[in-house]
């Protein structure tokens, strides 16, 4: 055996040994009491597949302005029918990059919807919808510790809502990747996690007037907000901004997508992660309860109406 051959057979017995300690108890809860690295987390990401093949798929949806990986895991169980697509489930974390008990969250419930896959709750979510799920939307941010990517841009200030096209916005890669995501699917509904301030918040960011949809939009928000101790409000009033995500989704897709704030600390204690990681999971599955019960089509919200307004 030569040398690279023993190095290889030695890496991957290390592989193989350390894997299903990862995913037997799950990356945020794996006892190390700390912050998953971005190579930690693609790495396991890419696993996944590996050992839950009818379950998980992993994809790349395009490279960050230095290449790292824009990772994709894709969740749901039984066959998805051509021509009759599920509806998606959004769920992406770290679009500022020093948040990073949003990463940790969304790692915590792929794990989740893995594990409990068999539980009554989760099979029928899993058997409706299709979860897609992007822990790292800034993985230069999140390796560099910055909450902007890594020429210095907001990306959840670069998409496009009503007063500005596309052609104006997404001048970010990890943008724009998400915009050909979103834009390829059949979105039911959508949620972003960051971190640093407290709250569960719907559409507008860009105006204070109320979104068309204001009170179903509130009633998903409160009865998500409730389930992790903390409050819900009009994203606009917990300060205006323009270009997030969750306006951009719920614009152009009709579909109501909310912005979880899950702790006041961008990164608290690794003590901590477990418990904030296991409280936004199920904050996110209050979010999915309240959202079946809304049955087909609840947004009234359309492009042209709703331009009307804005202008
Ligand atoms: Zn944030």
């Keep these: 055996m030569t040398l690279m051959r023993r190095l290889f057979s030695i890496a991957a017995w290390f592989f193989l040994a350390l894997a299903p300690l990862l995913s037997s108890v799950g990356m945020a809860a794996d006892g190390t009491l700390r912050y998953h690295s971005e190579p930690e987390i693609t790495g396991w990401l890419k696993s996944l597949p590996l050992r839950n093949p009818s379950l998980v798929q992993y994809r790349s949806i395009g490279t960050s302005n230095q290449g790292r990986d824009l990772g994709l895991v894709t969740l749901t169980t039984g066959p998805v029918q051509l021509g009759t697509p599920k509806p998606a489930i959004i769920i992406n974390a770290t679009h500022h990059g020093d948040e990073k008990i949003a990463t940790e969250s969304a790692l915590h419930f792929i794990e989740t919807l893995i594990v409990d896959q068999d539980k009554p709750e989760v099979t029928a979510m899993l058997s409706r919808f299709v979860f897609y799920v992007q822990p790292l939307v800034n993985p230069d941010g999140h390796a560099g510790g910055t909450r902007a990517d890594a020429a210095h841009r907001d990306i959840n200030r670069d998409y496009s809502y009503p007063l500005r096209s596309d052609r104006l916005s ?8 998400v915009r050909d995501l979103i834009d390829s699917l059949d979105v039911g509904a ?4 960051h971190s640093g301030t407290d709250g569960v918040l719907w559409p507008w960011c860009f105006t204070k007037e109320a979104p068309p949809d204001a009170p179903f939009l509130e009633r998903l928000a409160w009865r998500t907000a409730r389930s992790i101790g903390t409050v819900a409000r009009q994203s606009h009033h917990d300060y205006p901004s323009s270009g997030e995500f969750s ?17 006041r600390r961008r990164q608290p204690h690794p003590s901590q992660i477990n418990t904030i990681s296991a409280r936004t999971t199920r904050g996110i599955f209050e979010f999915m309860n309240e959202f079946m019960k809304a049955g087909d089509a609840p947004v009234t919200l359309s492009k042209e109406n709703n331009l009307r307004r804005a202008i």
């Design 190 to 193: 959508a949620i972003a996690l």
């Design 247 to 263: 306006d951009f989704v719920y614009w152009r897709q009709q579909a109501p997508a909310l912005t979880i704030e899950v702790d």
């Design 170 to 177: 997404f001048k970010t890669r990890e943008a724009r990747a």
